[in-house]
């Protein structure tokens, strides 16, 4: 076969299955041709430059800055979100949130059962974005304790909410988030009504936990579920810069502080 006349033939075959987008079956009996060299030829327009395959990314997408991320951290998958230079707190919070939201309602399964952290106001601006359409999971659990002044209603509200649109229980955990000593943590976890939330951690398919800075949030603060203000001092002293569900983080790695 001439060159000319092999290329006029992928130039067909691609103008067909791209542009008019017919399956390879059709075009195999259209111009005569078994399935196999259709699929062959269309790999070979991608090869020869035949067909360039484009994707136009908007401005506010930004791939190759998730990429960097995931390459760097160990990520499985990034997800940065784009606002107004100035734009406030909350607004940030509301973009995070419905990427978040969106994330979980394009991935979730009717057999997951999800954690949840109860202090974080990012997480809660997820919950309010879910849309309870057709979403089903196993359950919702509290990842972290809510006792306190005005802990035990902001707990149980986003907990609760969440289990509510994704149309599940809630298990909730009845306890503060920090104790005072391992005799009273000891004491707690040896509770039927913690035990029985404890023990299903480990189920856990999908966890939604913020990332928090060292210094509480004022909500948090007033909770009485973080630490007094001369232990934080003390765990700054040592390194300490922030923390997931509690669990200290260091700069570069987990700080190893006795929680």
Request: glycine share 8%; hydrophobic share 40%.
């Given at each position: 076969?001439?060159k000319?006349?092999e290329q006029?033939?992928l130039?067909?075959?691609?103008?067909l299955?791209?542009?008019?987008g017919?399956?390879?079956?059709?075009?195999?009996?259209?111009?005569?041709?078994?399935?196999?060299?259709?699929?062959r030829a269309i790999t070979?327009?991608?090869?020869?430059g035949?067909?360039?395959i484009?994707v136009?990314?908007?401005?506010?997408?930004?791939l190759k800055?998730?990429?960097?991320l995931e390459?760097?951290?160990?990520?499985?998958?990034?997800?940065v979100?784009?606002?107004?230079e100035?734009?406030?707190?909350h607004?940030?919070k509301r973009?995070?949130?419905?990427?978040?939201?969106?994330?979980?309602?394009?991935?979730?399964?009717?057999?997951?059962?999800i954690?949840?952290?109860?202090?974080?106001?990012?997480?809660?601006a997820?919950?309010?974005?879910v849309?309870?359409q057709?979403l089903?999971?196993?359950?919702?659990i509290?990842l972290?304790?809510?006792?306190?002044?005005?802990?035990?209603?902001?707990?149980?509200?986003?907990t609760?909410t969440?289990a509510?649109r994704?149309?599940?229980?809630?298990?909730l955990?009845?306890?503060?988030?920090?104790?005072?000593?391992?005799?009273?943590r000891?004491?707690?976890?040896?509770?039927?009504?913690?035990?029985d939330?404890?023990?299903?951690?480990?189920?856990?398919?999908?966890?939604?936990?913020?990332?928090?800075?060292?210094?509480?949030?004022?909500l948090?603060k007033?909770s009485?579920?973080?630490?007094?203000?001369?232990m934080?001092?003390v765990l700054?002293?040592?390194?300490?810069?922030?923390?997931?569900?509690?669990?200290l983080?260091r700069q570069?790695?987990?700080?190893?502080?006795?929680?």
């Open positions: 076969m001439a000319q006349d006029r033939l130039v067909k075959i691609a103008t299955y791209y542009l008019e017919r399956k390879q079956s059709d075009i195999a009996q259209l111009l005569s041709l078994s399935q196999s060299f259709v699929s070979r327009c991608q090869k020869e035949v067909v360039k484009s136009v990314q908007p401005s506010n997408i930004f800055l998730e990429k960097g390459d760097r951290y160990g990520l499985k998958q990034a997800v979100v784009d606002t107004e100035e734009a406030s707190d607004t940030i973009a995070i949130g419905s990427a978040a939201a969106h994330y979980l309602e394009t991935r979730l399964r009717p057999k997951d059962l954690g949840v952290s109860s202090w974080s106001s990012t997480i809660r997820m919950v309010d974005e849309h309870a057709n089903k999971a196993s359950g919702v509290q972290l304790g809510g006792v306190g002044p005005n802990g035990n209603v902001q707990a149980t509200i986003l609760q969440l509510q994704l149309n599940c229980d809630a298990w955990l009845p306890s503060q988030s920090i104790e005072g000593s391992m005799e009273e000891n004491r707690l976890l040896a509770s039927k009504d913690v035990a939330v404890v023990s299903r951690f480990d189920e856990v398919d999908i966890a939604i936990v913020g990332i928090g800075i060292l210094e509480p949030s004022q948090l007033t009485g579920n973080y630490y007094h203000e001369d934080l001092q700054a002293a040592r390194g300490a810069v922030g923390d997931i569900c509690l669990h983080l570069k790695r987990p700080s190893g502080v006795t929680r």
